[in-house]
């Protein structure tokens, strides 16, 4: 039965594109032949054993790039920065009209690969964020390859934990591919269900400077931890009853990621900072940018009055919440709080968010998924990419 369904399947490519039908569903519910899980494990395995951490993909990338030419890819790298390179990898054609992508970078730290038989629990840093994904998806296309006349490509950027610079030097690119791709597939940990859309972002930190003193005559000083403290209370206030909020993406938070301030105990603080992220579930980064410096305004009047100052810098200019493709029928859906690198490919194009494993293990010391739900999201991968297929192919006949 397995096999027969994956002949089908083969067969049935062309005709579901060209009748505009929905792919044979009943396939999804088949565990993959013995040959392909095995391969799916071992590339899997060399992914989240070679540590790439965020700056460090180097060997990850050059291990890949080897891999994919050896299954007949054509490949080329971008270099984003010394040593770090996005890779595409494509069939026959440069200009495909499909993408499927997903990253290569990993949050710190390197936490080894293992997999417990007994269980069939498969963990390691990246197994799945976003390892498990950049697995499946390779596996996923290179069944499909064939029968959807090599309309396919893969991308795997850096630096998707920091910033996604990688997404954004290949939206840059002189070199891309044009015109610009018309289905986009995103992988990240989204529990094997499609995710209709993601929170924004706005990034910022609080510099405060005041002016040292002993802390036996504090008047003499101006404690920029006193400053600080005062500011965050006013961003707690903010946070609590000021920020947009949304039905679909729920509230607004703020997180106080990181702060800093001072030398010594017994040393009035000259200087101290506060790292802080805002996951947007409403609005504007313009407008809660604006909520912020109104917030402040008062703390940062009184601070420059006693002859210290605070400033605030923004990382980068944010972005709003993300609203993303999810019609495909047979899924289960969902909204995610993380960020992604969705918004960050430029080009007009549908898009669509999937991949193995919880965001609630990802970043953790104890980051795992089970090894059916690697095989799955092969699965899950090849029915996303010809339903995708055919909805294009209906919109082109439609024009």
Not at 9 to 24: D, E, M, S
Not at 236 to 262: C, D, H, Q, V
Request: hydrophobic share 40%.
């Amino acid at each position: 039965m397995i096999l027969w369904c994956f002949t089908f399947l083969a067969l049935t490519v062309k005709i579901a594109l060209a009748a505009g039908r929905p792919l044979f569903k009943d396939c999804n519910q088949l565990p993959l032949p013995e040959s392909t899980s095995t391969e799916l494990l071992y590339l899997h395995r060399k992914l989240v054993e070679t540590e790439s951490i965020t700056s460090n993909e180097h060997d990850v990338g050059q291990w890949l790039a080897s891999y994919l030419r050896d299954k007949n890819f054509t490949v080329e790298t971008q270099e984003v920065s010394e040593n770090r390179y996005n890779i595409l990898a494509y069939g026959s054609k440069r200009h495909t009209t499909i993408l499927v992508s997903s990253h290569i970078d990993t949050v710190p730290p390197f936490w080894p690969y293992y997999h417990n038989k007994t269980t069939d629990i498969i963990g390691g840093r990246g197994s799945v964020d976003a390892k498990g994904s950049v697995a499946a998806q390779i596996i996923a296309v290179q069944a499909l390859r064939e029968h959807l006349r090599d309309d396919l490509s893969l991308l795997f950027v850096v630096g998707e934990e920091t910033g996604g610079d990688g997404m954004r030097a290949f939206s840059s690119w002189s070199e891309r591919p044009q015109p610009n791709y018309e289905v986009v597939i995103f992988g990240e940990p989204t529990e094997g269900k499609l995710v209709c859309g993601h929170k924004g972002i706005l990034s910022f930190t609080l510099h405060i400077k005041g002016k040292a003193a002993h802390s036996g005559y504090p008047w003499l000083g101006v404690s920029a931890n006193d400053v600080l403290t005062e500011a965050l209370g006013e961003l707690l206030e903010l946070r609590e009853n000021g920020l947009p909020w949304s039905a679909k993406y729920g509230n607004t938070t703020m997180n106080f990621g990181k702060i800093e301030g001072g030398v010594a105990a017994n040393v009035v603080a000259e200087t101290a900072s506060a790292n802080v992220a805002v996951r947007l579930a409403a609005g504007t980064p313009n407008i809660v940018r604006g909520l912020i410096v109104g917030a402040l305004a008062d703390v940062k009047a009184r601070v420059e009055k006693m002859g210290g100052d605070l400033e605030i810098t923004w990382a980068g200019e944010g972005y709003a919440p993300v609203n993303i493709d999810c019609d495909i029928e047979h899924f289960e859906t969902m909204t995610v709080n993380y960020g992604t690198d969705v918004p960050l490919l430029a080009g007009d194009h549908r898009r669509y968010l999937y991949g193995p494993g919880s965001i609630f293990v990802a970043h953790s010391d104890h980051e795992a998924l089970k090894k059916k739900e690697l095989e799955q999201a092969v699965l899950d991968y090849r029915r996303l990419i010809v339903e995708a297929s055919r909805m294009d192919h209906q919109d082109q006949q439609e024009l």
